[in-house]
């Protein structure tokens, strides 16, 4: 069965603190993202990588900043964490660009006080 | 992003009757469309896609429909049943691009 697995599913981080959201998934898959997802705004894409190294800003990437190292890992920085910061962030990976299906994670919600 | 937006923001169905959740988009590039369903604590799960040369597509119980004249896009769910209460999203795939650009979601309620 596919998996994709969030490292946290809540964190409780203090304003001006650096956080670190893992993302491991476990299906090959070249295409890895970052979502947040806020009441009434859906989901809006903060990173993406298509590949290994490779990186590429989605729609709402201030604040944030992403790492690929390994395939099957992508990690979302934030690396001065702010209220506005709160909320539900979402990982998930696509086997290729042709397909439309996308495997999701359960979430992480954090929370910046 | 494009936008890629819903009709309503809820909708609440007797157990047992035809769902019908629509979706607008603007981009007449996107070359194909996505549902995807979210319940309670989980990330959204993938339905059922459609490509931009198609008008229909069935899949067990659902059914996604086209209409590029008016950039529309609907899901259709056959005996809506409980288990189908969940948020419902449109998602597109843009030609040039490599990420899905998701609507704000459609709340279903199916009640008794």
């Known amino acids: 069965d596919v998996k994709v697995t969030q490292s946290s599913r809540y964190l409780v981080k203090r304003t001006g603190e650096k956080v670190f959201l893992e993302c491991v998934q476990d299906m090959d898959h070249e295409n890895m993202f970052w979502y947040r997802q806020d009441p009434g705004l859906g989901l809006r894409l903060i990173y993406f990588?298509?590949?290994?190294?490779?990186?590429e800003k989605g729609d709402i990437p201030e604040g944030y900043s992403v790492s690929r190292e390994k395939k099957e890992r992508f990690s979302l920085i934030l690396e001065s964490a702010s209220t506005n910061q709160t909320s539900m962030y979402l990982c998930a990976s696509r086997s290729n660009r042709n397909t439309g299906e996308l495997f999701f994670g359960e979430g992480s919600r954090l929370t910046v006080l | 992003g494009e936008n890629v937006g819903l009709h309503l923001p809820t909708l609440s169905v007797q157990e047992g009757d035809n769902s019908i959740i629509n979706c607008a988009y603007s981009n007449s590039a996107s070359d194909y469309f996505i549902w995807y369903k979210q319940e309670s604590g989980k990330g959204p799960q993938f339905i059922i896609d459609i490509r931009s040369n198609m008008d229909k597509r069935q899949g067990q119980r659902v059914t996604v429909l086209l209409n590029k004249t008016v950039k529309h896009l609907s899901l259709q769910i056959a005996a809506t049943q409980p288990g189908d209460s969940a948020v419902y999203f449109c998602?597109?795939?843009?030609?040039?691009?490599?990420?899905?650009?998701f609507g704000k979601g459609t709340s279903l309620l199916v009640t008794p």
């Open positions: 990588s298509y590949d290994v190294k490779m990186k």
């Open positions: 998602a597109e795939n843009k030609n040039s691009g490599y990420a899905l650009n």
